[in-house]
């Protein structure tokens, strides 16, 4: 997790989302959009807009179970209106929200949900992590065989806090309206904006300004809750209780591989470690630790000998060179000729096509613990993501059949999981690393009692863990700072959540944190 082209090439292929789109039979749009003044007139397009049919919100009831506990809760689904600058509508955003029923929701928490990209609906997160329901996967979030189905979750938040569900701008059912070019929306800005203003104006309709407020973002939806937290306080006055990064980055630098950009190699090598452990590539005695412990050797390799050989870049000796490659031979799983021949730099995508190359398989990117067979065992990169496709079937089937029939919201929008949001404009980030490191660090100077929970999966290959650990480490150096940030670990992948073992420690570390930090009236003082 820059330049303008080959930032958005990079940053689409993190969304965790796929290509395919509910079909309903018609949909509202407007004539092509003129092009703008770089774009060739050919390129018009036509955007699906909202209409009057978007603009209601829908209401059920149900019941869930949680451990002995029966919680009974509402569900709304449908839109809330996103004002341009000049106060005119300029949109409806889409969400799903759940509120425990019986308790005074004025001092229950709420957290706003969503997922990254740029450019993916929320539905991974709706239907994996914390909502009430969840779609079934096979064991160890394994791709299931269909029909698929969906189950009560053991593992939903809403014993702890109220879930709030948004799709972004032209993703999901959220579209702008009659008139008004969603690329305004496209951005990094537009996007913080709409997600600011949305927020506001969801605490506003449902009496929710006096609540413990989250955010907790995905992939690309990290870098979002980082910006948003400014957003909030400088445009809206709202101030956080806590943000949470799940299989995140600050920092496009850390995902970037370049000739003069060797950290883009040094955080991966963590995950690495964990994905040759997993298929068992590792020396003996490497093998026969926990997993744990494993990483954390390799990470004290990874940010001290490696790096350091790294940096030193062609000035190693041969001797330096072949004793380097020795080592991450060991913690990567990899040949010592091969590291060589690769000038001790692999790649996500060359090690994903590498480590099982003899087996003739290839491992996942958002969770490496996946495989796949591919055409041929001869080839650089690996043809596909098998643990982004086995999410597709399963979650697309379940929130289709789920948002109508239960939910009852209907409508002839396209739901896109992945939506045209390009070309995304990076705004002051063009021609540079996309980084929002220095706006969390002043957010949370500013807010002396916000907190921060960063969440990273030991097998993710996009959001690579080193790269949240590099980036946190780089966040602030003050103790008033450093003291409220916080990791936790865990055995999955990029959306560690689909594994029940990880996903049931996840609720139970997500849960201490936001009772923790929504406690009210406690007095917090600067060490100085």
Do not use: C
């Not at 050797?297 to 990874?302: G, K, N």
């Not at 590291?339 to 003899?358: F, H, M, P, Q």
């Not at 780089?474 to 103790?479: A, F, I, P, Q």
């Amino acid at each position: 997790m820059f330049r303008s082209a080959l930032a958005f090439v990079f940053a689409a292929a993190l969304a965790a989302a796929s290509p395919h789109a509910l079909q309903p039979p018609q949909r509202p749009t407007q004539p092509p959009v003129p092009p703008q003044a770089d774009e060739p007139r050919e390129e018009r397009r036509t955007y699906e807009i909202a209409g009057d049919a978007e603009a209601r919100i829908s209401e059920t009831s149900h019941t869930i179970r949680l451990g002995s506990e029966e919680i009974r809760y509402n569900a709304h689904a449908g839109t809330l209106p996103i004002r341009l600058d000049n106060g005119d509508l300029g949109g409806r955003m889409f969400f799903v929200s759940y509120t425990r029923s019986g308790e005074d929701a004025k001092k229950r928490p709420v957290a706003f949900l969503f997922n990254g990209g740029p450019g993916s609906a929320s539905i991974w997160l709706h239907m994996g992590s914390f909502a009430p329901v969840r779609a079934e996967m096979a064991p160890e979030g394994f791709q299931p065989a269909p029909p698929y189905r969906l189950v009560p979750n053991e593992h939903s938040l809403l014993d702890v806090a109220d879930v709030v569900f948004i799709d972004a701008m032209s993703t999901g059912y959220s579209r702008t309206v009659a008139g008004v070019d969603p690329r305004q929306f496209h951005g990094v800005r537009g996007d913080l904006r709409a997600f600011g203003r949305f927020i506001r104006e969801y605490l506003t309709h449902f009496d929710r300004w006096s609540s413990p407020k989250f955010v907790i973002g995905e992939s690309y939806g990290s870098i979002r809750s980082a910006g948003l937290v400014g957003e909030l306080q400088n445009r809206h006055g709202i101030e956080l209780n806590g943000v949470v990064l799940l299989s995140a980055l600050l920092s496009y630098q850390t995902i970037r591989a370049a000739p003069q950009n060797d950290i883009a190699y040094v955080v991966l090598v963590p995950t690495y470690t964990a994905t040759a452990w997993f298929h068992k590539k590792l020396p003996a005695d490497l093998a026969a630790k926990p997993l744990k412990a494993v990483v954390d050797e390799a990470r004290t390799f990874a940010f001290g000998e490696y790096a350091s050989a790294l940096m030193t870049g062609n000035t190693l000796t041969p001797a330096e060179v072949k004793a380097t490659a020795q080592k991450l031979a060991r913690y990567t799983g990899l040949s010592a000729d091969y590291l060589e021949r690769a000038n001790l730099r692999v790649t996500a995508s060359r090690y994903r096509k590498e480590l099982l190359r003899d087996q003739r398989l290839a491992v996942g990117r958002l969770d490496s613990r996946f495989t796949a067979v591919e055409l041929d065992a001869a080839g650089e990169s690996p043809e596909f993501d098998p643990s982004n496709s086995a999410l597709a079937g399963p979650y697309v089937a379940a929130f289709s059949e789920y948002v109508r029939d239960t939910l009852n919201w209907k409508s002839d929008l396209t739901y896109p999981t992945s939506g045209n949001v390009r070309p995304w404009s990076w705004d002051e980030f063009e021609n540079q690393y996309m980084d929002m490191t220095e706006e969390l660090r002043a957010a949370m100077a500013r807010n002396p009692h916000l907190e921060l929970l960063g969440i990273a999966g030991y097998y993710d290959l996009a959001t690579p863990v080193g790269g949240l650990e590099y980036n946190l480490w780089h966040l602030g150096y003050d103790e008033t700072i450093t003291r409220r940030l916080g990791i936790t670990y865990y055995e999955g992948g990029h959306m560690m959540y689909i594994r029940p073992s990880a996903h049931a420690q996840l609720k139970e570390d997500l849960a201490r944190f936001i009772r923790r930090t929504s406690q009210t009236g406690a007095v917090q003082t600067s060490s100085r």
